[in-house]
């Protein structure tokens, strides 16, 4: 089946420093998956971050950026410069089939960022 | 305003006891989702309901059973709760076959 698999546990940096949460995947579809990132802030439920659906593109959202790499199967989510409102889980995500009403998403386990103090 | 909510947001219960989470959106999406996680694992997709009374199992439906009775709604409910099913469930709905989820907060249940 398919799975995504991203960088475990924690992460921590120092403000206004960069981040780089890695994610790969494998789909077992004929064809390109979707990729998405989602974030968790606490108390909230996971809303998208971003989504790209085609290899090669790059989104880009809340000065995060992930680029869709189908030769890596590869989909890293990186920011310049954090804050402190950027602590959050964040989610890696794919959607196999798309476009042939399949909405299941296979996420990642999830990796939580926060700022060293 | 786009949005799923989610009851209780806290729940403690026996045992053996039943539990109802209830789900709820305005956005008149078609699709609702129930998902679990647990620490250290992604998100698992529990059911999918693709309208009312169209539900269909997804990776882990054993012990959890469903209701989608409006467009608006959708239920989970465990029969007889067991301790092994204290986890964080989410609740999500999309459009029809597109695939972005639209999520709840959460429910944190706990069974002891």
């Known amino acids: 089946g398919d799975s995504v698999t991203q960088t475990e546990g924690q992460v921590t940096v120092s403000e206004s420093k960069s981040l780089i949460i890695n994610c790969t995947y494998s789909?077992?579809?004929?064809?390109?998956?979707?990729l998405f990132w989602y974030v968790r802030y606490p108390g909230e439920g996971l809303q998208l971050l971003l989504k790209?659906?085609?290899?090669?593109q790059k989104g880009s959202s809340r000065g995060f950026e992930a680029t869709y790499n189908k030769e890596a199967t590869s989909f890293h989510l990186q920011k310049a410069s954090v804050q402190e409102s950027d602590s959050a889980v964040y989610y890696c995500?794919?959607?196999?089939?798309?476009?042939?009403?399949?909405?299941?998403?296979?996420f990642g386990k999830g990796t939580k960022f926060s700022l060293i103090p | 305003d786009m949005k799923v909510t989610q009851m209780p947001r806290y729940l403690i219960k026996r045992m053996g006891e039943n539990v109802l989470l209830e789900c709820g959106q305005d956005m008149s999406h078609e699709t609702m989702y129930w998902y679990r996680q647990d620490p250290g694992l992604g998100l698992q997709l529990i059911y999918i309901s693709y309208d009312v009374d169209s539900n269909s199992e997804g990776d882990i439906p054993k012990g959890y059973r469903v209701s989608r009775k409006k467009r608006e709604h959708f239920s989970l409910i465990l029969d007889s709760a067991k301790t092994n099913q204290t986890s964080v469930y989410f609740c999500?709905?999309?459009?029809?076959?597109?695939?972005?989820?639209?999520f709840g907060p959460g429910t944190r249940l706990l069974v002891l």
């Open positions: 995500a794919l959607s196999d089939l798309p476009g042939t009403g399949s909405n299941r998403l296979t």
């Open positions: 790209v659906i085609t290899a090669g």
């Open positions: 999500a709905s999309s459009w029809g076959d597109q695939d972005t989820q639209y």
């Open positions: 789909a077992t579809s004929i064809g390109y998956p979707n």
